[in-house]
């Protein structure tokens, strides 16, 4: 558990990450915002004391102005679909700089940044390189918030986050519906972190990240997409899904998927704990996947 320091936060982007960081930065005392997209999100935020700003990042004009001076600012929004610019960041750092700068900003960038490497190990020095659309984005966002650090003399700390997983985020719908999946021969390693061990990582990164400190994220246990899928099935009480191989999975998978399974790399942590030093509540994936199963059971049967 990392010790929060009351401050100012301003959280963009407040869905499933985000929600966890308002509610841990809330019980801290800590004076709050978040931005969301829709006024029902907003609505059930209120319910539980958060303030919210509701808008859309898609267009320029319809942006208000955005104010997280002398805040914390973590920006969580994803890039919009499409092309290898992330407009919505942009965006949002337009409709920002007419503004106070904030104090410092927390920036969610994703290992996709990194091209595929085979299974090789990638560290923060690795040259980020995407060979996808939305590494690209990623990508272009991170260069975007590192010159508006460097303008407005604000610390950016950039993390690039492996798979998340955790209650509610398990692939409960591809594994039901016997989606199949590339076979463990040609799977290589993929990488993950757990939602609320990446939630710690947020403030500690916020609390002990210098500027221009990237931090590759995840849980230091890399293991195929294969065989994460298949410890999902068994904790959930689902069959094995088929596996197939590389050419099928071409033919058959959607692109989005494709392009996750033929990626292999094992990310390099060790940066994350040297600096951040967050003790991982689940840096076992079989506990981290038992935990989110009981949790999404108890979410289901609500």
């Not at 919009?80 to 700089?97: H, K």
């Amino acid at each position: 558990m990392v010790t929060i320091l009351t401050q100012k936060v301003f959280i963009a982007g407040c869905g499933y990450i985000g929600e966890r960081l308002a509610c841990s930065y809330k019980e801290s005392g800590a004076d709050l915002t978040c931005i969301v997209r829709s006024s029902e999100h907003a609505a059930r935020l209120e319910s539980i004391g958060l303030h919210t700003v509701v808008t859309a990042l898609d267009d320029l004009d319809t942006i208000p102005l955005i104010t997280p001076g002398n805040s914390i600012l973590f920006y969580l929004v994803p890039p919009p679909g499409g092309g290898v610019v992330d407009s919505r960041a942009r965006n949002f750092i337009a409709q920002m700089s007419a503004a106070e700068a904030p104090s410092k900003i927390v920036y969610m960038s994703a290992t996709s940044v990194y091209s595929n490497a085979d299974g090789d190990v990638v560290t923060e020095e690795s040259t980020a390189t995407p060979d996808t659309a939305m590494g690209k984005r990623r990508l272009d966002a991170e260069s975007a918030f590192l010159d508006y650090g460097a303008t407005r003399n604000v610390p950016v700390v950039i993390l690039r986050v492996s798979g998340i997983y955790g209650p509610g985020r398990l692939p409960l719908m591809q594994i039901s519906q016997g989606h199949p999946l590339l076979n463990e021969q040609e799977s290589g390693p993929s990488n993950r972190i757990h939602a609320d061990d990446l939630t710690s990582i947020c403030i500690a990164a916020a609390q002990k990240g210098a500027g221009g400190d990237i931090f590759n994220i995840s849980d230091g246990q890399p293991s195929s997409m294969t065989s994460y899928f298949n410890a999902c099935a068994e904790a959930l009480g689902f069959p094995y899904q088929l596996q197939i191989s590389m050419a099928e999975a071409r033919q058959v998978m959607s692109p989005l998927m494709f392009s996750y399974v033929s990626q292999s790399r094992v990310i390099d942590s060790s940066k994350m704990r040297e600096i951040l030093q967050v003790p991982l509540r689940y840096a076992n994936l079989t506990e981290g996947i038992a935990a989110s199963v009981l949790l999404t059971t108890n979410i289901l049967l609500k």
